[in-house]
Each structure stands twice: as C-alpha cells, then as structure tokens.
C-alpha cells in the first residue's frame, strides 16, 4: 500500500489485503482533524450505502479518538521535513 508520507511506509498491511500500488491515507487520533475527518467518512460512506456496521464501527472510533485526545492532547498536522537534493550550485557546478 503506498502512504501518503513516506515516514509512514514501514506501516504496511501484513495480511496483504491492501494491493501494494493502492494509495492509502492515515489518520491518528493525536490529529486535532482526525474526529471530524471520519466522522464526515462516515456520514459520506452511509449515504453511498456502506452498511451500518461500518459506519457505526467508524462513529465509535470518533468517539475513542476525541476520548484519547482528552487524555492525550492533540496536535497541528505536521510532516518531517524532506530534505531536497543539491542543486548544481551546491555541487559546485
């Protein structure tokens, strides 16, 4: 499965259920977004006709998410810093 960041590759899919070109998105509790991102999920994903389990599956992990964050704290997005290759005028070139 290919993550949307790179530092998040290792998470991989051990059963291999998820093909490996399929682009995936991961969202963690700590993510001040993450309760309303699924949240919405949820709403969008019942009114496509998903069934009831995993929407309510999903409503329940909202509620653990905005639970750990109350216990936890939250935090802004964020992402590692990649750093670019030289340019030529870095090499000297």
Known sequence: ???AR???APIQDPRGLIP???PVFLLRARDVTAPAVVRYWAI???AAGAMR???ESAERQVEAM????H???IKIPDMPLVPL???DQQCGG
């Open 44 to 46: 969008k994903a019942r």
């Open 85 to 87: 290759p030289p340019t």
């Open 53 to 55: 389990n995993i929407t």
């Open 71 to 73: 216990e936890h704290g």
């Open 66 to 69: 905005i639970q750990w964050q």
């Open 1 to 3: 499965m290919k993550h």
């Open 20 to 22: 490996e070109d399929e």
């Open 6 to 8: 790179e530092d998040y």
